[in-house]
């Protein structure tokens, strides 16, 4: 199956600080989701981005899927975006539903 | 709309207790997803159906665990004879065209 690395495993910033994550994957991928849990457990969709660009609000998400990278930008960090980041693939082979996810970015905001 | 719900958000069981976990989809949601989730990792895919039909078990750790879908919409994961290593937050997803939603998940604790 596909392999999924985040990097970094830990962020801590001050408030207001930009970060990128990033997601490298084993193999090609017919989707790619990014999500925030959130402290209470709760998986919050953030990006359903199998390749290209796409922005919401202070957030952004670029997938290159021809070189196995997907990276979430943060800009302007507040407190609320605490929490794990994970990236999560979908495999290309016919018949393969599910997402194989990361080990998650955990993100401390520091007010 | 309504998102994915489940229940109970929390089951102490002892060991060797039969549990059932309900997870009620998004109204019109073909696929339904089962995930476990142990502490400080991610989620990892148990099984996967599409409509009544289960598709894909292969996630699933155990013959004591099972899953269904009767009427193609509330699911029901049942795990039998507990053990403290089933000890994880299960979570439900759903999705129609690939994206996945997730509910909150049902944290399990066996003693």
């Known amino acids: 199956g596909i392999q999924v690395e985040q990097s970094p495993p830990d962020l801590i910033l001050q408030e207001g600080a930009n970060s990128t994550l990033r997601c490298n994957f084993s193999d090609s991928v017919n989707n790619l989701q990014w999500f925030h849990q959130n402290p209470w457990g709760q998986l919050i969709n953030l990006f359903y981005?199998?390749?290209g660009t796409k922005q919401n609000g202070r957030l952004s998400a670029t997938t290159v899927a021809t070189e196995r990278y997907s990276l979430l930008y943060i800009s302007s960090s507040q407190t609320t975006d605490s929490g794990v980041y994970f990236c999560a693939p979908l495999g290309s082979n016919f018949g393969n539903e599910k997402l194989t996810f990361g080990t998650g970015t955990r993100l401390t905001i520091i007010p | 709309g309504a998102g994915v719900s489940q229940s109970p958000r929390y089951k102490v069981a002892k060991r060797g207790q039969d549990v059932a976990l309900r997870c009620d989809p998004i109204s019109g949601h073909v696929s339904l997803f089962w995930y476990q989730q142990a502490l400080g990792q991610g989620p990892e895919f148990l099984t996967y159906f599409q409509n009544e039909a289960q598709l894909d078990k292969s996630g699933l750790p155990s013959d004591r665990f099972f899953a269904e879908r009767p009427e193609g919409s509330v699911s029901t994961l049942k795990i039998q004879r507990t053990q403290q290593e089933d000890s994880a937050v299960y979570l439900c997803?759903?999705?129609?065209?690939?994206?996945?939603?997730f509910g909150p998940g049902t944290r399990l604790t066996v003693l």
């Open positions: 997803a759903s999705s129609t065209y690939n994206e996945q939603f």
């Open positions: 981005i199998p390749s």
